[in-house]
C-alpha cells in the first residue's frame, strides 16, 4: 500500500441500504478525514479524526457515523442511505508535520437510487 | 458553507500560456492551501502558503497571499496540455481542518 486506499471504486446502492465506505492509510498520519464532492460545490468535509480513538463532526455530517479504532483505518458508515447522499466521497490524511497538507485518496462514487 | 471561493469558475487558454486563478475567503486563517485534482481522481496538494507568508514558488507555479484582502492568487506560467484539471484553493484555520472551495476548471488547450 502506498498513500491513502478507498474501497470501493464505486457503488450502486438502493435507499434505505446500510453501507460502509473503508478507508486505509500507511503513511502514519495522526489525523483523517471524509468528504464529499458534488458538482459546483466543491469538497465538504463529513467528519474528521485527529488521532486514534478521536472522532469529530464537520460541516455535512447528518446520516454518516465513522470510528477510527487505529491509526490506519477510518471507515465512513451510511446507516440509511438516501439519494442526497449520491456524491464522490474522498478519504484524506495529514500529519502533523507539513503544515496541515492533506493526502487524499482516488475516491468512492456512490449513487443511491 | 464554502470558505474559499475561487475565480474564474472556468480558464480556457492556449499551450504556453499563462494561468491565473484567485480565492478569495471570508474569515482569518493560519495558511492557503491549493490543490489540483485531475478528472476521476483524488486531490493532490501542490502548495501551502502561511498566513505571515506574502508569496511562494514551486516550480512553475507561484502562490501569493493578501492577508488584508482576504484573497490568494495561483499563477502557472508556461501552462502544458497535462495543466488541464480543476484547482481548489484551501483554507486552515481550525486545527488540521481544511475548508474548500468550488474550484476552478482550466483547460489547456494544445
Known amino acids: 500500500i502506498a498513500g491513502i486506499t478507498q474501497a470501493p471504486t464505486s457503488q450502486i446502492l438502493a435507499a434505505g441500504r446500510r453501507m460502509t465506505l473503508r478507508c486505509t492509510q500507511d503513511?502514519?498520519?495522526?489525523?483523517m478525514y471524509w468528504y464529499r464532492q458534488d458538482l459546483g460545490l466543491g469538497l465538504r468535509l463529513i467528519h474528521y479524526?485527529?488521532?486514534?480513538?478521536?472522532?469529530g463532526k464537520g460541516e455535512v455530517p447528518d446520516g454518516y457515523s465513522v470510528s477510527r479504532a487505529n491509526t490506519d483505518d477510518f471507515p465512513l458508515t451510511l446507516a440509511s442511505a438516501v439519494p442526497s447522499q449520491t456524491s464522490v466521497y474522498f478519504c484524506?490524511?495529514?500529519?502533523?508535520?507539513?503544515?496541515?497538507?492533506?493526502?487524499f485518496g482516488p475516491g468512492t462514487r456512490l449513487t443511491v437510487l | 458553507s464554502q470558505q474559499g471561493e475561487e475565480d474564474p469558475q472556468a480558464l480556457s487558454i492556449q499551450e504556453g500560456e499563462n494561468a491565473t486563478m484567485n480565492c478569495s475567503y471570508k474569515?482569518?486563517?493560519?495558511?492557503l492551501q491549493w490543490y489540483r485534482q485531475n478528472s476521476g481522481r483524488g486531490l493532490v496538494h501542490l502548495i501551502l502558503?502561511?498566513?505571515?507568508?506574502r508569496e511562494k514558488h514551486s516550480g512553475r507555479l507561484r502562490v501569493t497571499l493578501d492577508t488584508s484582502k482576504k484573497s490568494s492568487s495561483l499563477l502557472i506560467t508556461a501552462s502544458r496540455a497535462a495543466d488541464t484539471a480543476s484547482y481548489f484553493c484551501?483554507?486552515?484555520?481550525?486545527?488540521?481542518?481544511?475548508?474548500f472551495g468550488a474550484g476552478t476548471i482550466l483547460r489547456v488547450k494544445s
Open positions: 503513511m502514519r498520519h495522526n489525523a
Open positions: 484524506a490524511s495529514s500529519g502533523s508535520f507539513d503544515g496541515g497538507t492533506q493526502y
Open positions: 479524526s485527529n488521532t486514534a480513538g478521536t472522532t
Open positions: 474569515t482569518s486563517i493560519n495558511n
Open positions: 502558503i502561511r498566513s505571515n507568508e
Open positions: 484551501a483554507t486552515g484555520r481550525d486545527g488540521n481542518k481544511l475548508v
